[in-house]
């Protein structure tokens, strides 16, 4: 199957007029001088939304009428896929969508779509984090997080849709995750609790959200409740699963137990961030590539984050 591929000289802006503003995580918006665009039927924003996932790339017809369509293909499916990219053309500004052999590519700034500026924000939020900023890095994954307008490509029920919906969901969450990482680095335990015990609920088996409760919970001075809350998720992996909690976890437990200093926010230790990188490297997955078809990040500057 063609590969979706990057085309050398790609614009980062449109020659010619203003930059056109594009956003997926949400409902599919696109606005031209400020002007929120008509995009037409579902179909035809659902090739947009599609082509937007790879922005700047070339995505095959090939590939365009398998996301669409799956494997109940129309004997005119190709002849669809020219039609809605004609109708498109009509309502986006010039140079937008173009045609570059093996299929259609959207060129946009990628600063104008929220996708990118999200990916941009969680990796500089994350490289503060490392570096000892948290106020930095919990006011940059602020940011990132506040570009979500709701769930993404929900309107959509093409076969392409439902898999990009949960990688992104998937994204998002994590992005969550590190955010709590800086407020906890920044001592902000007692802040997050309530946050946490509700996205517990909501995710009961991501064990990175269990890690940040207990020790949310440990740093307010609740050790029986860190505790008890340890329990709960090894009673819950061991029924649903039949595993044990990761390494990193049965680390915090024993420590909590020993009552040691170094999780103590007032007594930072190094060995500290141990906790919440092992809990990321054990119940998430690997930071995901731009769509679900295999091709390389793209990652660049972010913008400035606002003051925590």
Same mark, same amino acid.
């Given at each position: %199957?063609?590969t979706?591929t990057?085309?050398?000289?790609?614009?980062?802006?449109?020659?010619?007029?203003?930059?056109?503003?594009?956003?997926?995580?949400?409902?599919?918006?696109?606005?031209?001088? &400020?002007?929120r665009?008509a995009?037409g039927?579902?179909?035809?924003?659902a090739?947009l939304?599609?082509?937007?996932l790879?922005?700047n790339?070339?995505?095959?017809v090939e590939?365009?009428?398998?996301?669409?369509?799956?494997? #109940?293909?129309?004997?005119?499916?190709?002849? %669809?896929?020219h039609?809605? @990219?004609?109708?498109?053309?009509?309502? $986006?500004? *010039?140079?937008v969508?173009?045609?570059q052999?093996?299929?259609?590519?959207?060129?946009?700034?990628?600063?104008?779509?929220?996708?990118?500026?999200?990916?941009?924000?969680?990796?500089r939020?994350?490289?503060?984090?490392?570096?000892g900023a948290? %106020?930095q890095?919990?006011?940059c994954?602020?940011?990132a997080?506040?570009?979500?307008?709701?769930p993404?490509?929900? #309107?959509?029920?093409?076969?392409?849709a439902? $898999?990009?919906? &949960?990688? $992104?969901?998937?994204?998002?969450?994590?992005? @969550?995750?590190?955010?709590?990482?800086? #407020?906890?680095a920044?001592?902000?335990?007692?802040?997050v609790?309530?946050? $946490?015990?509700? %996205?517990?609920?909501?995710h009961?088996?991501?064990?990175?959200?269990?890690?940040?409760?207990i020790?949310?919970?440990?740093?307010?001075?609740?050790?029986a409740?860190?505790l008890?809350?340890?329990?709960?998720l090894?009673?819950?992996?061991?029924g649903?699963?039949g595993?044990?909690?990761?390494?990193?976890?049965? #680390?915090?437990?024993?420590?909590m137990?020993?009552q040691?200093?170094?999780?103590?926010?007032?007594?930072?230790?190094?060995?500290?961030?141990?906790?919440?990188?092992?809990?990321?490297?054990?119940?998430?997955?690997?930071n995901?590539?731009?769509s679900?078809?295999?091709?390389?990040s793209?990652? &660049?500057?972010? *913008?400035?984050?606002?003051?925590?």
């Open positions: %199957m063609p979706n990057r085309q050398p000289g790609v614009p980062t802006s449109l020659k010619g007029g203003p930059p056109v503003e594009a956003r997926v995580l949400g409902p599919l918006e696109v606005e031209f001088r &400020g002007a665009v995009l039927g579902p179909r035809q924003r090739l939304a599609r082509l937007l790879d922005a790339r070339v995505v095959a590939r365009l009428v398998e996301d669409l369509w799956g494997e #109940e293909l129309p004997a005119t499916a190709v002849k %669809m896929v039609m809605h @990219v004609s109708k498109l053309r009509k309502v $986006l500004p *010039t140079g969508l173009v045609t052999a093996p299929g259609y590519a959207v060129h946009i700034d990628p600063q104008a779509l929220d996708l990118d500026r999200f990916e941009r924000l969680r990796e939020g994350r490289t503060a984090l490392a570096a948290p %106020m890095a919990a006011a994954l602020r940011e997080l506040a570009l979500w307008r709701g993404a490509l929900a #309107e959509f029920d093409e076969p392409f439902a $898999l990009e919906a &949960g990688r $992104l969901e998937e994204l998002r969450l994590a992005c @969550v995750d590190d955010r709590i990482d800086a #407020e906890l920044r001592g902000a335990h007692a802040e609790v309530g946050e $946490l015990d509700a %996205m517990v609920a909501r009961p088996l991501r064990e990175r959200l269990h890690g940040q409760l020790l949310s919970l440990y740093r307010c001075g609740r050790q409740d860190a008890a809350g340890y329990r709960r090894r009673q819950l992996l061991s649903e699963l595993i044990e909690p990761s390494a990193a976890l049965r #680390e915090l437990e024993r420590r137990l020993q040691d200093p170094s999780l103590d926010h007032a007594a930072p230790d190094p060995r500290s961030r141990l906790f919440t990188a092992g809990l990321q490297s054990a119940a998430n997955p690997p995901g590539t731009r679900a078809a295999t091709r390389p793209r990652r &660049g500057a972010c *913008t400035t984050a606002r003051a925590a």
